[in-house]
């Protein structure tokens, strides 16, 4: 069974800095694409970052400048330093990943989410 775990959430104030880890566990055999989402209240879940199994990167708009992925493939984790947060920042943050496991079966995987919030 995988299992993907994130951590580093929190209250900052705006234009601090937070960063996010996710490790996945489990019956692993590759990770191929790992992602960043995040759910303010009241709105849907959006991407935020993507990182290929190549360290191929692509952001949103709205992070691009600010905020960094990176994963450390002998670790099966993935990263998010946040940088100058603003308040719409505010949200559950989630990882996702796209993983081989037993038999091979690639399935894609979702974390349980960290608050991240940012006050003005």
């Known amino acids: 069974q995988v299992q993907l775990v994130e951590s580093g959430g929190g209250l900052v104030q705006a234009g601090g800095s937070l960063r996010l880890s996710c490790a996945a566990s489990g019956s692993i055999f590759s990770i191929n694409v790992m992602r960043w989402y995040r759910q303010a209240p009241g709105k849907q879940r959006e991407l935020v970052a993507a990182?290929?199994?190549?360290?191929?990167?692509n952001y949103a708009d709205f992070v691009r400048g600010r905020f960094t992925i990176s994963r450390d493939n002998a670790k099966n984790t993935v990263y998010l330093q946040m940088n100058s947060l603003k308040p719409e920042d505010t949200a559950v943050y989630y990882c996702n990943a796209i993983i081989s496991g037993a038999a091979y079966l690639t399935l894609p995987y979702w974390g349980q989410g960290t608050q991240v919030t940012v006050s003005s």
């Open positions: 990182i290929t199994s190549g360290s191929s990167t």
